[in-house]
């Protein structure tokens, strides 16, 4: 395997021994950056190295569309770590991936066992469960009464914002209400694009109330 930093030919990088790893597979479908969110995984990182004693690699092969775009979201977003661009998609064909990119990222042991399936940067309870198993923690959800849960119940679940011209833009509202017995708080948002962002009050909301999410789409 060739791995590249910013675009130069690493060629005597070997994935470090580790007692644990992370492996993310990325494809040509799609919106690179918008699959990539780079700086969410500087961040994930930094976490791990603040939870973890020993140091825990992320490994990325991209099966790149577009070379050039990936050199330039790496250096944009300062990624100083070893990727493996693999142009032949090998990786791909020697696993067979799912086309979902949900399940193409992956926690391994230092046998290369796949511990945990998913994508901690896209799914907060995911990197919940790769912090658990990092720290040695049980990855097993502990049980819970109905009475520990805030439960959220969402007006609709999806909005057609229309045909409208590419410049504009639309803006859509959902409304998450509380029906549980204690606080419900949003930890975090995920957008599958970089042309949608959303807005919300971080004030946890009772029993009883609401929060509503402004959903803006403008496209880039």
Known sequence: ??????????????????????????????????????????????????????????????????????????????????????????????????????????????NNRVLAVGNPVHNPKVKELYLKIIRGESGSQEKKTPRSYAIAEVDRKEADMGRFYWREERTAEFVLKNTGRIPLVIQAVNTSCGCTRVEYDEKPARSGESIVLRVTYKAN
Not at 60 to 65: D, L, R, V
């Open 1 to 110: 395997m060739i791995f590249t930093l910013w675009g130069q030919d690493t060629l005597d990088y070997s994935i470090p021994h580790a007692d644990y790893r992370i492996v993310s597979y990325v494809d040509s479908v799609g919106c690179t950056s918008c699959k990539l969110q780079l700086l969410r995984w500087k961040s994930l990182m930094a976490e791990i190295s603040s939870v973890s004693q020993d140091s825990v690699p992320v490994i990325f092969f991209f099966h790149p569309k577009n070379v050039e775009e990936i050199i330039y979201r790496l250096k944009f977003d300062k990624y100083n770590y070893p990727v493996c661009i693999d142009f032949d998609d090998k990786f791909n064909k020697l696993n067979h991936f799912p086309a979902d990119p949900t399940f193409q990222t992956f926690l391994l042991d230092k």
